[in-house]
């Protein structure tokens, strides 16, 4: 499994972006694909996750009512809607792949920065 974010970039606080996740390999058989996020000075930490079906979708508490996760099964691609994002969203954004739902990451992307500017 190979995965690609990019999307990522500067804006403003209370501005949007839409991260992407081009996937390839055996991601039909994967359990979830997720986003995490490391920002400077911090641990990495869980963001997003959806089930291979999309019907089984998780938010960290930090990120509900203002990102969504979502993906294009005929395209292979994860995606992270961010709205009304603030400095403390700053941070390089990760793309997983979990081959059974709920357990660590097997996969990894290279990752996309985000920052936001006050």
């Known amino acids: 499994v190979q995965l690609v974010e990019s999307g990522g970039g500067l804006v403003q606080a209370g501005g949007s972006l839409r991260l992407s996740c081009a996937a390839s390999g055996r991601t039909s058989s994967s359990g979830s694909m997720d986003w995490f996020r490391r920002a400077p000075g911090k641990e990495r930490e869980f963001v997003a996750r959806?089930?291979?079906?999309?019907?089984?979708?998780a938010y960290a508490d930090s990120v509900k009512g203002r990102f969504s996760i979502s993906r294009d099964s005929a395209k292979n691609t994860l995606y992270l809607h961010m709205n009304s994002l603030q400095p403390e969203d700053t941070a390089v954004y990760y793309c997983a792949v979990s081959l059974r739902y709920g357990d660590p990451p097997d996969y990894w992307g290279q990752g996309t920065q985000v920052t936001v500017s006050s």
């Open positions: 959806i089930s291979s079906s999309g019907l089984g979708i």
